[in-house]
């Protein structure tokens, strides 16, 4: 959930801006991410936290707003990209499932007629690995590894013949799923993020990562929390880096020269840009953007402070973007942002409203 602030100047001049407190109280659930969104000109921010005194602890961070794309249930919708065939890869990405019915398409690695080498579903609230479009010979990670409406993290690495398909997950170094020795039949040289048919992914991606190499698992949890999490060309593989999705559309910052769209998802280190496309029947439902997991991930990269029981914090504003994490327990906690760094009770006005 995000929201965002407003707030009104009562006089701008070359050596004054004022403006009163703005208030939200909200109750989070145990667990949930919220984020903010606030005036450039806000200089001062307090956070209020469990207002019932129970000891919950709420975390506070400071993210990047990266965005993210959201694949509706609807048709047999997919984005895709060609690449040079490799007989061993990595991919990496965040992904969100926002339903867990069926047996969703999260990642095909397809010859270039579409035929399914090596594919990533959900299992209910497992991740499967399916060779081959065979799932009698797949392995599943254990049940409750991912969970409806919550950012993870995967890696997968493959090698064709004689070694292991490795599914790596949420920046854990040994394999949550593995299939041993498998007889991939053909070239790996297409990528699709959805599905060409079976159970449609509703659901959401952000920074998806190819390398044309295997990494180790100490590498693929560096994916996840270690240097190059964000920006894969400071990865340690980096020279082996062949594409980087982003699924970024300028909406909060300029990132890119050239913002991804709703049918283009362009590569950032080469031109192997993913489209979207119908792989078989029904409706093409164009991706809409949401906020990313950057908001959600540093909590898990402990980049964020932490406030236990009835304790607040205040802040000079270095930055118009917040999170906030709750933990131990549903609380309710308060935030107020100025434009002055005045505090609410020396303003001698009341709290302004909120949107």
Known sequence: MSFIYTAGISNVGSYLVSGRPWLKTSTIADGAVEFYHFPKVTKQITIHNDHQGAGHNLEVAFPEPRMAANLADSGNTNF???????????????FKYESLGGNARLLDLTDSSNGSLVRIQNNGTALKIVPNGVGSSGDQTSSGAISEGS???FVITVTRTGSNISLYLDGNSTPAAEITSPAI????????LGHFSGTNFDGLYSDIFLFNDTLTGAQAAALFNGVGSIDPRNHSKSANLVSWWAFENNFYKDYFA?????TTIFDRVSSNNLLLGAGGSGALTPATFDLGRHHASVFNENQSYLLNGQKNMTIEAKSTFMSVKCSGGSLDYSIHASLTGIEPERMGRETGLYD
């Not at 895709?80 to 965040?94: D, E, I, K, N, Y």
């Open 258 to 262: 050239t913002p991804d769209t709703g």
């Open 185 to 192: 039949t053909d070239n790996i040289e297409k990528i699709a």
């Open 151 to 153: 950012w993870h993290h």
């Open 80 to 94: 895709t990209a060609t690449f040079t065939a490799s007989g061993t890869l990595t991919v990496s990405g965040w």
